[in-house]
């Protein structure tokens, strides 16, 4: 069974950094691409960027480059999105989703990681 | 950016009926084009991909269709548990997402 396990709750202040991490069981952690995409609270969902676990390859929305990076960790089979300079509109539910290919539609989901910048 | 509009915002119905969902885009998109749909404190879940294509597991009530720029959802027969939030994203140049349909009793 395919599954990707997300961590848990996270509170930040603005100006820091959060690291979320997605685990996968189920299936060869290198034969997909793994998406994230985050919601925030008024519901609109958001793509983030995307990560090939088998070489590391990167692509991010322009609007987080600078402080988003988006890494695969091959000897623990898990994808980490970490985002610094946290703002109010950071605050969201992201989600990590695995991809048949690169550019294909989001199958599987993880159960999502609320973060919440406040001071 | 392409960007897609999906009406009506919210569709009151009841069980047993029929929901038509429409998402339009900006530009053609071919056919890359995937449903999802979402319920409170849940990830959103795959229906169709490709703006025609059933994803595993989800019943034959469901059922997309459409080309280029103007795309449906379609759900043949309300059930309970179908009464939920239903996103259109296109990939045709990278990700974006409609404002979603909630469809309510």
């Known amino acids: 069974e395919v599954q990707l396990v997300q961590s848990g709750t996270e509170v930040q202040r603005p100006g820091s950094t959060v690291k979320i991490s997605c685990k996968v069981s189920g299936y060869t952690f290198t034969d997909y691409f793994v998406h994230w995409v985050r919601q925030a609270p008024r519901g609109g969902l958001e793509w983030v960027g995307l990560v090939d676990p088998d070489d590391g390859e990167t692509l991010y929305a322009e609007k987080f480059k600078g402080r988003l990076t988006i890494s695969a960790d091959r000897s623990a089979d898990t994808v980490y999105m970490e985002l610094g300079s946290l703002k109010s509109e950071d605050t969201a539910v992201y989600y990590c989703?695995?991809?048949?290919?690169?550019?294909?539609?989001?199958?599987?989901w993880g159960q999502g990681t609320l973060v919440t910048v406040s001071s | 950016e392409i960007v897609l509009t999906q009406s009506p915002a919210t569709l009151s119905l009841s069980p047993g009926e029929r929901a038509t969902l429409s998402c339009r885009a900006s530009q053609n998109i071919i056919t890359f084009l995937d449903w999802y749909q979402q319920k409170p404190g849940q990830a959103p879940r795959l229906l169709i991909y490709s703006a025609s294509n059933r994803a595993t597991g989800i019943p034959a009530r469901f059922s997309g269709g459409g080309s280029g720029t103007d795309f449906t959802l379609t759900i043949s027969s309300l059930e309970p548990e179908d009464f939920a939030v239903y996103y259109c994203?296109?990939?045709?140049?990278?990700?974006?997402f409609g404002g979603g349909t909630k469809v309510e009793i």
């Open positions: 989703a695995r991809v048949p290919g690169r550019w294909q539609h989001l199958e599987f």
């Open positions: 994203q296109q990939r045709s140049n990278w990700l974006t």
